[in-house]
């Protein structure tokens, strides 16, 4: 029996006695809940004014929902950028345990039932609307478990934030279904509108839509209006952190989309009978010049700012106004999670990696008996070679308040070897390297992450794909070790600690 086999078989316990717990709080409402999950697209931690996470941007309805219901303080992604994240949504697994390490257009998610079909089984009628971008033909929304898909293209962005969101050459960057709008209609409120139709004709339910904004990824496009009124503010004040007057149009064009959303709940009198998630696929992108200050690095990276997320929940009679959980969380705990919610369930050949939260929403100061997360990421070349997100071949496990990130050398010499621990609790913005300090720890970190990488099933890391191909001239500039060292090597695990062995006694 491999760890991995031996963790669904716990898991099954697990899910057992939370089955339980949920009889307590399951009393507390009657019928199956409407679920939205209202989903951004690279909107980082600090992309939102709440709690003066930006001295720039303004998200008053974001911010009131967060203040007013629960925070998920330490909520991942389960992957740092759009598509794998988006698959452990709709496979509740860990990318990496579908084969999946990169950006790349290869989907599984058709290789096991997703969250939408799980939903249908339970008796939910299923909306999606907006970025999907795991696939074309069978591997789309409406083929995998969705009722209607609406304004889905086949990229992971649209051709234009404007009408008619479509390029002069027709391509997979077209958005679809929108061709009743007019010059100078931003998709976001295009996109909304389709929402309110799709929640008035649904509101008896129990629904679940799936609002997928393109927003706030590139290309950015704000109303005229809107950018000047942030060209404005940042001429009254030139100095702040943030200082993209389009992004931040963008964004507060998503939170009027929050708000419109929420207020259509109140307005059909099914506010008290939806559950709604606010979350987002991956951290702030450099090319929009964001900051996901005080988090480190950028979409694409395992480090904090390409991980760490917005995410808020209000669920009816469950979930504490003015709440907040700092219990660490990832994208694909959504599935078993919504599926508790909805009073489904996973299906029994496929017992999902994620884990269900829900128990934390009514008692946020809970514990999950889940030892640590882990992120892996090895770009698609294409994207490492434009260095378009700061992205390079990375792993890293999260453990308690540890954290411990492997970043793997690259044949062109821009990246080496590096292994570096921090402690969250004190260092939110992984800056102080703690290897030197905290050996056993290290290698305590190390060692799990390997194993995690093996129950997998994790692609093993291949040099060969980074910088040029030509390994066997490649040497690394001021490293230790010749280069075949690197070249072909397999046993990551070992050359890490070897790595180890020798600089820790110098110091890091
Ligand atoms: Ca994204």
């Not at 019928?31 to 709440?50: E, K, R, V």
């Not at 000047?228 to 030139?238: R, T």
């Not at 904090?304 to 009816?316: A, N, S």
């Not at 992450?449 to 040099?463: C, K, L």
Request: aromatic letters at 10%.
């Amino acid at each position: 029996m491999n760890r991995r086999q031996f963790l669904k078989i716990a898991g099954l316990a697990v899910a057992a006695s939370v089955a339980s717990e949920r009889l307590v709080f399951g009393e507390r409402y009657q019928t199956q809940p409407n679920i939205i999950l209202l989903f951004a697209d690279d909107l980082g931690y600090a992309d939102i004014s709440h709690e003066n996470r930006s001295d720039f941007y303004e998200t008053p309805h974001i911010d009131h929902f967060a203040k007013h219901n629960l925070e998920f303080t330490d909520a991942y992604v389960s992957h740092p950028t759009c598509a794998p994240s988006r698959l452990g949504i709709m496979t509740g697994m860990y990318p990496a345990s579908l084969g999946i390490i990169s950006n790349d257009r290869k989907s599984a998610v058709g290789e096991v039932p997703t969250l939408a079909e799980r939903l249908k089984t339970a008796g939910y009628t299923t909306c999606h609307i907006g970025k999907w971008h795991l696939g074309n033909d069978s591997l789309r929304p409406e083929n995998q478990g969705f009722d209607q898909s609406i304004a889905s293209n086949l990229a992971g962005q649209p051709a234009s934030f404007f009408y008619p969101f479509k390029n002069s050459q027709p391509g997979s960057f077209d958005v679809p279904d929108l061709e009743d709008y007019s010059a100078g209609d931003h998709l976001t409120e295009c996109m909304t509108d389709k929402a309110v139709e799709f929640i008035k004709k649904n509101k008896e339910g129990p629904f679940f839509l799936y609002q997928c904004y393109y927003a706030v990824h590139t290309p950015i496009g704000a109303k005229p209006e809107k950018i000047a009124k942030y060209q404005a503010k940042l001429a009254a004040n030139p100095h702040t952190r943030h200082n993209n007057p389009t992004y931040a149009g963008l964004i507060e064009h998503l939170d009027d989309s929050v708000g419109r959303i929420l207020q259509t709940l109140e307005a059909e009198g099914i506010a008290e009978n939806t559950i709604v998630i606010f979350f987002s696929d991956n951290g702030g992108t450099n090319v929009v010049n964001t900051s996901n200050y005080p988090l480190r690095s950028f979409k694409g990276s395992c480090y904090e700012g390409g991980t760490r997320v917005p995410m808020f929940v209000r669920w009816p009679e469950v979930t504490m106004p003015n709440s907040k959980c700092s219990v660490p969380v990832i994208g694909h705990d959504l599935y078993p999670t919504i599926l508790s919610m909805a009073g489904g369930n996973p299906d029994p050949n496929h017992l999902p990696d994620g884990v269900d939260i829900s128990p934390l929403m009514n008692n946020p100061s809970d514990a999950l008996s889940r030892a640590a997360l882990h992120w892996l990421c090895y770009p698609m070349p294409v994207h490492y070679k434009s260095n378009s997100s700061l992205r390079f071949p990375m792993g890293a496990i999260r453990k308690g308040n540890w954290k411990l990130v492997e970043c793997f050398p690259t044949a062109d010499g821009k990246h080496q070897y590096n292994l570096s621990l921090y402690d969250l609790a004190s260092d939110i913005g992984e800056t102080m390297n703690l290897i030197a300090a905290e050996p056993a720890k290290v290698n305590e970190l190390l060692q799990e992450m390997y194993q995690w990488r093996e129950s997998a099933g994790a692609p093993v890391y291949d040099i060969k794909m980074y910088g040029t191909l030509n390994v066997s001239e490649f040497d690394v500039a001021g490293s230790w070790g010749p280069s075949d060292e690197y070249a072909g090597h397999r046993d990551w695990l070992e050359f890490g600690r070897t790595w180890l062995d020798r600089v820790i006694p110098s110091g890091s």
